[in-house]
């Protein structure tokens, strides 16, 4: 069969069978399990009501379960085993790691992505949002700042390769470097450290567009008395956007935040396809697939890690849903 | 009456340039790899795709050919011209210099004449016209010539047109859209029923379920793969397109909780309270009232759900096996492109745009719906 038509054969069922399943199980429940006559009819709507709940919620609950919950657990469990899977080994595979000096480089790597990256995205992209706002040409410079969004990691590790090329002929920056009269071109995916600053700069070109589009269409929704409020009552415009608008748009900047952070988690991509994860620019997801396949309690030891670096974000997520969620 | 000399928020000059700046910033990387999309490799390699427009000075070697060798008047001649591969170029190049050995490819000015070491000479017009001469017949091998001249610039759409004949892209970019429709329409669907009940039903453990699902938004997926693969084998899936929909739509159902609860709680309780009132059922106040309410909020997180899955190479890489026939166009990017093709960038360049034009279609009509989907009004935040 063709993919095409396995993919839309695929969509009928999975759509159909979702919707039939919401809709049938619920009329079960109303006309077969608690039918609302009879004797029992008041304590029938009632109980059918504690289960419907959870008949929404039974598919996504299941696929998260099987996709996200049981893995974790079960990543962690793996983790404790040795390569075969086999023998209980405890912490050991962990302590592999702490003495593996390329480990220790992709743990800090990611580390630095995790923190620069999100960082700079957002508030490159409050700050375009911001500067954008009231230019009459606004809208061709947004798109020229968006267009890295819908772009694969891979076509921008490409694009970037005309930047970063060692070949003055073919890169930019060092054809930029020769007219400024530098001696020799310069590989700047091999300088040690500021290699991995380079990349994220890949990245974090293609996360702005994201966060600007999102944070300008916030900062519209600013009712307009505030500001005019602020504004009479002497505000400058720096005041204004940091005392008002930013603490307005908190909410927002969060799931910005937390979208590019989600993203950065799979950088795998863009290392691998500017440098392959050489000259000490190796990031967490990349170790692991380097060592995925031949031994997974390793893997899955690199997998915890990467989810002990995001606690943070985690419990901040949390704490925003608590906030508003019930 | 209020008198403001100047609107405090009204852009000044500075905004205008640093906004002109950071756009400039942004588009010239792409400009760059659009312009090289459209050069030859040999092109590519010579001048930089900022000098694309200008003529660009090579320096390349032709063979004459031997069978065109006439006699006159005792001397066997060669005629012809250098850029005779370039016949059908708007605009021809023109010869700066040339040579006969690879040592000195630029030793003689155009009407210079050249000799030739078995004897002979050799003359390089500017507009490429080259006449060999010699006293003796020049049999199977005649001579190479060497000449450095400045091509003007040529664009194509040679690359576009080598990526989609050689199956080197039109196969994978079935494969992509098999890939990620399926993917992209399978979370949203769960997701909907879900957002609902976590919306707008009561039932114990709602708050549990509500920072759950924002929790599981930022576990990684990397710690996915491993028990996923050996499940995916267990059930007898295996490596392929429907173990990589059964993934996608798994990991992609946080994100899609999470945005599709927020748009619809931000329904007015109103509304509900008087369905609820005039009797309908959870069913019909879902598909009849939240729905279509939401439906922008559900648009804008399908689009969100099918870019990210297009341009996934992670999830890919793990759940489709590395033959051939089910690879994406990341994967084949990378790994084709990058590998065997290493160097051939105007093809890798126009695989790109390929790759890149769908997405940019689907954001651009979209993009109101996205918007509306991430900026709906929960109750947390404005």
């Known amino acids: ?326 | 009456m209020r008198v403001r000399a100047r609107h405090p928020l009204r852009a000044c000059r500075a905004a205008n340039i640093a906004v002109l700046v950071l756009a400039l910033v942004w588009f010239i990387p792409t400009l760059g790899l659009l312009v090289s999309s459209f050069r030859e490799r040999d092109q590519i390699l010579a001048s930089g795709w900022w000098q694309a427009p200008l003529a660009a000075e090579r320096t390349f070697r032709v063979r004459a050919d031997a069978g065109a060798a006439v006699t006159e008047g005792g001397r066997h001649v060669i005629a012809g011209n250098v850029f005779a591969n370039d016949a059908d170029a708007a605009m021809p190049g023109r010869v700066k210099a040339f040579g006969v050995s690879s040592r000195a490819p630029a030793a003689f000015g155009t009407g210079l004449r050249a000799d030739l070491v078995g004897g002979g000479s050799l003359s390089v017009g500017a507009d490429g016209h080259y006449r060999l001469e010699s006293p003796r017949a020049f049999g199977e091998s005649a001579p190479t010539i060497y000449v450095r001249a400045t091509m003007p610039p040529r664009f194509s759409l040679d690359n576009y047109r080598r990526v989609l004949a050689d199956d080197v892209m039109v196969r994978p970019f079935v494969n992509t859209l098999a890939v990620t429709i399926p993917a992209t329409v399978l979370p949203t669907v769960i997701a909907a029923f879900a957002a609902y009940a976590l919306a707008w039903m009561e039932f114990r453990g709602r708050g549990f379920l509500i920072a759950a699902s924002a929790g599981l938004l930022v576990v990684p997926l990397q710690l996915a793969f491993v028990p996923l693969l050996k499940l995916h084998q267990g059930l007898g899936i295996g490596q392929g397109l429907v173990g990589i929909w059964l993934a996608h739509t798994g990991f992609g159902l946080p994100l899609a909780v999470y945005l599709l609860h927020r748009a619809m709680a931000g329904v007015p309780r109103d509304i509900i309270d008087c369905a609820r009132m005039d009797g309908a059922s959870e069913v019909q106040i879902f598909s009849r009232i939240v729905l279509p309410l939401t439906y922008p909020a559900l648009a804008g997180c399908a689009t969100l759900q099918f870019v990210w899955v297009w341009n996934d190479l992670l999830v890919a890489k793990v759940f489709l096996p590395p033959a051939d026939g089910v690879r994406v166009m990341t994967v084949a990017i990378t790994d084709d492109l990058l590998g065997s093709h290493g160097g051939d960038w105007g093809m890798l360049a126009a695989a790109a745009f390929i790759s890149m034009a769908l997405p940019l279609l689907v954001f651009f009509i979209l993009q109101r719906c996205l918007l509306r989907g991430l900026l709906s009004k929960a109750p947390e935040w404005r």
């Open chain 1, 1 to 326: 069969m063709p993919p095409l038509v396995m993919a839309l054969m695929s969509i009928l069922i999975g759509v159909t069978g979702c919707v039939g399943y919401v809709y049938f199980s619920n009329l079960v429940l109303d006309r077969v399990i608690f039918p609302a006559s009879g004797q029992t009819c008041a304590r029938n709507i009632g109980r059918a009501n504690l289960v419907r709940p959870w008949l929404f919620l039974f598919p996504a609950l299941a696929g998260s379960m099987l996709y996200l919950v049981f893995p974790f657990a079960g990543a962690f469990w793996r983790s404790l085993f040795d390569r075969e899977g086999d023998a209980f080994i405890g912490f050991a595979n962990y302590r592999a790691l702490g003495a593996d000096h390329v480990f220790q480089g992709a743990l800090a790597n990611s580390l630095l992505w995790v923190l620069v990256v999100p960082a700079a995205a957002t508030c490159l992209g409050l700050i375009a949002a911001r500067l954008t706002d009231r230019l009459r040409w606004a809208n061709l410079a947004r798109a020229a700042i968006f267009m890295p969004v819908t772009m694969s990691l891979v076509g921008a590790a490409l694009i970037w390769k005309f930047v970063y090329a060692n070949d003055a002929d073919i890169g930019l920056l060092n054809a930029i470097r020769a007219t400024l009269g530098a001696a020799g071109p310069l590989d700047v995916l091999q300088i040690p450290v500021w290699n991995s600053f380079f990349l994220m700069a890949v990245l974090i070109w293609t996360q702005t567009g994201f966060a600007m589009v999102i944070l300008s269409a916030a900062l519209r929704a600013i009712p307009r008395e505030i500001i005019e409020a602020a504004i009479m009552d002497g505000a400058d415009a720096t005041q204004i956007f940091l005392r008002i608008e930013v603490p307005q748009i908190k909410g927002t900047i969060t799931v910005v935040w937390t979208l590019v952070t989600i993203l950065v988690l799979k950088v795998f991509d863009l290392v691998y396809a500017m440098t392959g994860g050489n000259f000490g620019t190796q990031v967490l997801p990349g170790f692991m697939m380097g060592v995925m396949f031949r031994d997974d309690g390793r893997a899955s030891a690199v997998a915890m890690v990467l989810m002990i670096l995001v606690l943070p974000i985690l419990a901040w997520n949390i704490g925003q849903a608590r906030k508003g969620g019930d």
